[in-house]
């Protein structure tokens, strides 16, 4: 979609809005393609149609200069903004009350001046503002008041360790607590849970889970905002800089500006761009599990296995987690009226495991599973599963593969072994992503 493309979009868009009260971008398809002063003209001039109006413009950034997928956006991008811009201004003229609000994960293309050498046309268009991450107090009452829910008492140092690994954004500050819950045995709760296992159960969660939860947001900022990523990196490495150049940074919550100094002080954010780096710095294989042609006759020193094999084990450690939560929601959705889906889990188990699971609540059933167990129980309710994997042996095949985990075993391997490993664990991690 180029700018002339997206401005008749958005004029289809705000017909049909002010006509009946709400619409969606993909209504548009298919419609009359007038341009955008054409229609506003025919909204400014009925009388039925005075009704404030608000254009909602999400994930702008795959339409900026620096969109991956849209390069004409680099020349685009200002053509679309200027037009827009005197459609607001116009508007306002014929007493049309017209909204925008734009968002998307970097306001970089709404800052700078120039766009190319000329004058960017949405500079101070749109004011900028930020979801940023919760004050300490707040991050203090969420955890506060999510843990007295689960039976456990967290002490203030507990509650501020929890915050600060997680940067004190909401949604990380859940998938640690989440972890934390797992990993105390609800038999014994109420508890109170004290700072240093909180310590230590983030740092796990941060090598894990919280590890490639991070490197997704820091992809996306790396990809969308290039040099306010390296200055993360900078500021990761020990560099001062000044509070005004990290301000965005700041208001993301990827840094905290302390006694004057600005810090990364979340495990989250600097285990996130230990993951980031090693996968750009050693791109022997890439995610689909191929050994890439630079690296196929090349010696790893130890360094570099150490690394490979810490994403593998990583990678794992992510589908294990997700693979034990898939099991159970299909087999809650799925069993029929009259079988329970904690039978099923133990049915599938041998004997001697089944006396040992026996009498344990659900979640804590289910992260006792071992790896192969959990490929026994799909493949014991395979008419439950056929639908996601259709290939039994290749899953089993895999499941398998994966079992021999070369970062935990003394044995000899090669970039075929990785490329193997790399392999199944996308085939599984798609499946399973359904």
């Known amino acids: 979609m180029n700018a002339s493309t997206a401005l008749k979009a958005v004029a289809r868009l705000a017909r049909l809005a002010s006509q009946q009260g709400y619409a969606h971008i993909s209504q548009t398809l298919g419609r009359s393609d007038n341009d955008i002063m054409t229609t506003f003209d025919a909204l400014w001039s009925s009388p039925t149609a005075k009704a404030p109006l608000l254009i909602v413009f999400d994930e702008v950034d795959y339409i900026t200069p620096d969109s991956p997928i849209s390069t004409h956006w680099r020349e685009e991008f200002n053509e679309f903004w200027r037009e827009f811009r005197a459609l607001v201004q116009e508007s306002k003229r014929h007493d049309l009350t017209l909204s925008v609000l734009v968002s998307g994960v970097s306001s970089q293309s709404f800052r700078i001046a120039e766009i190319d050498g ?53 949604y990380w500050i859940r998938m640690a607590g989440s972890y934390v819950h797992r990993h105390i045995e609800v038999e014994g709760r109420p508890a109170e849970v004290d700072a240093r296992l909180v310590s230590q159960l983030c740092n796990e969660f941060a090598e894990t889970e919280g590890a490639e939860i991070s490197r997704v947001a820091l992809q996306n900022l790396k990809r969308v905002d290039q040099p306010m990523f390296d200055l993360l990196l900078r500021v990761a490495g020990g560099e001062l800089v000044n509070a005004r150049q990290a301000r965005p940074l700041v208001n993301y919550g990827l840094v905290r500006q302390r006694a004057g100094n600005i810090l990364v002080d979340s495990v989250m954010v600097r285990r996130g761009l230990e993951l980031l780096q090693s996968q750009a710095e050693h791109p022997g294989v890439d995610e689909a599990g191929e050994v890439t042609a630079s690296r196929r006759t090349l010696e790893l020193d130890e360094s570099e296995w150490a690394e490979e094999l810490a994403s593998i084990s990583r990678r794992r450690n992510i589908l ?28 599938a188990l041998v004997e001697r495991r089944r006396e040992e699971c026996a009498g344990l609540a659900p979640d804590a059933l289910m992260s006792k599973l071992y790896w192969l167990e959990l490929s026994a129980i799909i493949g014991r309710e395979w008419l439950h599963f056929e639908r996601f994997f259709q290939d039994k042996k290749r899953l089993l095949g895999a499941f398998s593969l994966l079992n021999e985990r070369p970062d935990a075993h003394a044995k000899d391997i090669d970039l075929a072994d990785v490329a193997l490993q790399r392999r199944e664990l996308t085939w599984l991690e798609e499946r399973i992503a359904q």
Not at 322 to 339: C, D, I, N, Y
């Open 118 to 170: 000329v004058e960017n046309s949405v500079l101070h268009f749109v004011p900028e503002d930020y979801l940023s991450p919760f004050a300490e107090q707040a991050a203090d009452a969420m955890i506060n008041a999510l843990g007295k829910r689960c039976g456990l008492a967290f002490t203030r140092d507990a509650r501020e360790a929890l915050a600060q690994a997680s940067a004190y954004l909401p």
């Open 320 to 347: 294990e987690r997700k693979a034990r939560e898939f099991v159970r929601l299909v087999l809650k959705m799925s069993l029929p009226t009259g079988r329970d889906w904690v039978t099923a889990v133990t049915s």
